[in-house]
């Protein structure tokens, strides 16, 4: 993409009111736009960054055998009415014209249950897992982390439909490690910590990346690598592993959640299969989620310096940004040639100053800096910086393509 | 995909207030559920034939230049205020804790103006081309025609800015043209149709599929195969383009439709730019629609018999349904083999009698059907027949593959 064609433009200052690190960068960046206090656009470099959290994320929901499908942002109250959820706090309501009452979902057990159940009758037909990548919306009190904490965000909500808890306890323990491989693609190393299981389980599990910029507190041993959610530090004062006493206190962004549902929902709904005795029985359930725009902002707090954001390989916009300092067509050759080997190039071919172009790179944070001048040109190279060393090398043009596959 | 473990299962019948062929068709086939009137889920099977059309739309208004981003559903009643749209009867709206008012965007105008306002200076900057693939809120009075009208939808709305009216001519000659070759691909032959322009334009075109189904009634003149739709007749009684007063009445569902917008939004938004004088100057815009769910609910009205949908290739969920009636282990083999050549297959492996398969068969649609019996196996065979064509043929296995790739 050349920059003189991109719609956006990075931006020196962002409005006052906005707090966050992350918020800040990427609308700097020309990733997001504020639309109201946790309510953003994602513009075209945001996009594709939000598209690669989106890729990696299904293929390895695919491999766990879940089924992608798509369920609306409406449904009636009179779902909530069942669960007994409708006095939930978060809840964006809405109306028909003929009065009837809608919410906009927050999560969407309300929508899978009723959903599934028309096509559960027998043990035969479980296991399965159901899954989506939408939109939810929480009528959030304060929506002042950016990213972190939004009014209307993308999530990718997993459903587990099991016909006994050991099936459930397998199955969860594989979206567990699943989750830590997408995480480690994604750039982020999350903790491990137990939390809150409300009723019908003792603990659910969530995926905090420790940060400064954390809503949440965790309590961390170091030798296990595992913490404990501030929330159940009352009842859970050791390491739930080796028992270690001496947990760390952290702040933390939670980047996703497991949680075992048994038959929280399943059985206001009636959620039923026969089983090998002809026996009406009730389904286990488990849900897995992982916030898309969270994860996206929680890279940028986690790495990130006084320039800008430094984004992980797999998940930066662009895998290279080439710098045009030289009015010589072999500039526009190369990010031709670039781009016929596969690579994604961000190419800076505006008519502005070098210092301008060196700090748009710095702020948008591609991988690799490419800067072509006359210089460079003299001994047929180009100068190569990593957004997260120091060293600047002179590379030969013909030995770009291989680096950057490397 | 095995049918044994997709989650869904076809049904004999669905609800008696489920008037409309494609959502029967479609709910009955496991593409779709119906969560109330208007608003649907997507199910695997249809959540890929959304995909597919997504992907097709994208690869061509990409060709178009278009930016791909990603607004939000919320936005503040205030932006609908400056437009004066805020009493738009079909608008959804919501409320923060705060009372603020919000409404769930119908269509993004009022988003994606104050947006790209930020971005545009001078006329250097223009023009450029942004779109979105997302869900439309629409609080419809009577929504009883399947996806063809629903009250949550998701759309492809791309809009284009410009500095003068004959750049924006241009631009909305070269969208029309990508409709048609985007439709094409879908498996649809849209009418184009002259339509009511509003105050800024004389007229509007919209992209018009004649069947018995549609809502709206067109005017065609055969020679031109070109229309105008009911709402201009009075105006524009004959052909726009040979003057033809002999027009045919039809009624037609409208898949797509494209507006020269001029400067109705951008000036009530003082979306300005610097000409080459240096004086100020209202951007001019054109906006442009497609809704993907319409489209497929629209393929499923022009193309299905009594026994079932008939998927254009493009979208169909699977290219072949491989129905097993025998229990030899060839027809697994014959799976994955085939899958592994890159086919998309959905493999019958239940063991339910083999009406109740061929049934399944022709109600979900794939353009190829091959069934593996004791029969075809003595010659080493399978019998393939196509959903469109009665014939049925026998094909040697090792052949399959390149059947299915042609």
Redesign the interface.
């Known amino acids: 993409m050349k920059l003189s ?5 990075t ?1 020196r200052n962002v409005s006052k009111d906005e707090e966050s690190t992350n918020a800040e960068l990427l609308i700097r960046g020309g990733f997001i ?1 504020k ?2 206090a946790g ?6 470099l945001g ?1 594709r960054v ?1 598209k690669k959290i989106e890729n990696i994320i299904r293929e390895e929901i695919n491999v766990l ?1 879940g ?10 109250i009179e779902n909530y009415k069942i669960t007994g959820r409708e006095k939930m ?1 978060i809840l ?6 003929s009065g009837a009452d809608f919410f ?1 979902n927050q999560s969407h057990e309300e ?1 899978v249950v009723p ?2 159940k ?2 559960v009758n027998s043990y035969k ?1 479980l296991p ?1 897992y ?1 899954y989506q990548i939408q ?1 939810k ?1 929480r ?1 959030e ?1 304060r929506a002042k982390s950016g990213l972190l904490r939004a ?2 965000f993308i999530m990718k909500d997993l459903y587990s ?1 099991h016909s006994n808890e050991k099936d459930l306890d397998l199955y969860y323990e594989k979206v567990a490690k699943a989750y830590f491989t997408i995480f480690k693609k994604i750039g982020l190393n999350p903790i491990l910590t137990f939390a809150s299981g409300g009723t019908f389980s003792k603990y659910s599990h969530e995926f905090q990346v420790i940060t400064e910029a954390g809503e949440d507190e965790i309590y961390l041993c170091k030798k296990c690598n595992i913490a404990v959610n501030k929330e159940i530090i009352e009842e859970q004062k050791v390491c739930p592993k080796c028992k270690n006493k001496n947990l760390e206190p952290n702040r933390a962004i939670e980047v996703g959640n497991i949680f075992k549902l048994n038959t929280k929902f399943s059985e206001p709904f009636g959620l039923l299969f026969k089983d090998k005795n002809g026996k009406d029985q009730t389904v286990i359930m488990g849900c897995y989620g992982i916030g898309l725009g969270r994860a996206m902002g929680t890279v940028v707090e986690a790495s990130h310096d006084e320039h800008g954001i430094i984004w992980p390989k797999e998940i930066a916009p662009y895998q290279a940004h080439l710098i045009a300092l030289s009015k010589d067509k072999k500039a526009e050759k190369l990010y031709h040639d670039l781009q016929k080997s596969g690579s994604e190039i961000l190419y800076d071919d505006r008519d502005v100053s070098a210092g301008e172009k060196f700090a748009d790179c710095d702020l948008i944070g591609c991988p690799v800096r490419i800067v072509v001048s006359d210089r460079t040109l003299e001994k047929d190279s180009v100068e190569v910086k990593y957004r997260d060393k120091d060293k600047i090398e002179f590379v030969k043009i013909d030995k770009i393509v291989e680096i950057l596959n490397k």
């Open positions: 064609q991109l719609f956006t433009k931006r736009n639309e109201m309510v953003y656009s994602y513009l075209p996009f939000l055998g089924e992608e499908i798509l369920m609306p942002t409406l449904t009636s706090d964006f309501k809405t109306k028909l014209h906009l929508v959903l599934v028309q096509f037909d399965f159901v939109n919306f009528n009190p009014r209307e439909f």
